[in-house]
């Protein structure tokens, strides 16, 4: 009987799996992907299943699970810990790790659902920081060239929420991430706003590990972005669409309350969340089965009997509110399968 993709899923969606495979081993999971890839077989790799949408008929080919385990750590008293960890360790069990391990660089990544291998491919952020800070090396089999290869971090490509393992994301295999993370006590400097507040300190500050820790996870918990699966607000895939960046001509049109992060290259990043409350969008709207979450607009959720194609009809209503009023039009930070935007 086929796997229904849905078990594996923060969304709770997704139809059945022509085959289904669970990777437990390297050697597994780069046998399973050698395999399909030789019979012409179509592949969808998948970890924690937390960013993607799958359409309710399911995948036509052979779904990967990738359930790789391990880590090594070398710690050195000048340089701070290279820890090499497998691609199916869980992301959040890590950041809990590091934190409780005296490992600075992590702690305001917690909560984030998924797996290790993931991490670089979004080039997972929150709070002010983004893991292409801590990642020094990335370890992949190359499906194209039928060779491993491993990317330092400047080979990685890293932009806001995408990579070259993104952008060629049929390409790169990841088998191991290596971090390297500093060692101590007190957190990366507090950049973001609404945690500098939540910890009572000033931007730029730094706190005990484990105080950014417990205020992230708690700020995450009151936007539904931790994941429970007793709790229909937190079926999601996380923030649906990404912060945009525009031009500076489009940043000056926009109200002069509207969040504005200035970028390197003149650019300015905005809140995604901010235009679509500001276009109409509200917390705990409807649409068939599916919602927007009563925490946080930027979730699109399954309020526990919804169909890929109603998350669909609700992002392209929300996508077309902000362009009407704002002329911008966001972009999914969710991949799909089976279903388009």
Not at 153 to 174: A, H, Q, T, V
């Amino acid at each position: 009987m086929a796997e229904t993709l849905k078990e594996y899923t923060s969304l709770h969606l997704g139809g059945p799996a022509k085959r289904f495979i669970h990777a437990k081993s390297e050697s597994e999971l780069e046998e399973a992907v050698k395999s399909a890839d030789a019979s012409g077989e179509p592949v969808l790799i998948i970890g924690g299943g937390s960013n993607v949408l799958i359409g309710d008929e399911g995948f036509d080919g052979t779904v990967i699970r990738v359930e790789t385990k391990g880590n090594s750590a070398s710690v050195d008293a000048c340089s701070g810990g290279m820890i090499a960890v497998a691609a199916g360790e869980d992301w959040d069990g890590f950041c809990k790790w590091a934190v409780s391990n005296g490992f600075v660089g992590v702690e305001t990544l917690s909560g984030i659902p998924g797996t290790i291998g993931a991490s670089p491919i979004q080039n997972i952020g929150a709070y002010g920081h983004e893991v292409a800070e801590v990642i020094a090396r990335v370890r992949t089999w190359d499906r194209k060239s039928g060779a491993y290869k491993t990317f330092t971090n400047s080979e990685c490509g890293f932009e806001y929420r995408s990579s070259i393992f993104k952008k060629e994301r049929d390409r790169y295999l990841i088998l191991e991430v290596t971090f390297q993370l500093e060692k101590g006590e007190m957190s990366l400097p507090i950049k973001y706003e609404e945690l500098a507040k939540a910890l009572r300190v000033n931007l730029g500050d730094r706190v005990l590990l484990e105080d950014a820790r417990k205020a992230v996870l708690s700020l995450r918990a009151v936007k539904g972005m931790l994941l429970d699966a007793k709790d229909h607000d937190t079926w999601s895939a996380g923030s649906f669409f990404v912060n945009p960046i525009v031009s500076g001509e489009v940043a000056a049109k926009l109200p002069a309350e509207a969040p504005r992060w200035p970028q390197p290259d003149g650019r300015v990043k905005t809140s995604a969340a901010w235009l679509m409350e500001k276009a109409g969008i509200r917390k705990g709207h409807c649409y068939e089965g599916a919602g927007v979450s009563n925490k946080h607009v930027l979730a699109l959720v399954n309020n526990g009997n919804a169909k890929a194609s109603d998350i669909i009809e609700l992002a392209r209503a929300s996508r077309r509110a902000v362009n009407e009023k704002f002329g911008i039009m966001l972009e999914p930070e969710v991949q799909f399968v089976g279903i388009t935007l």
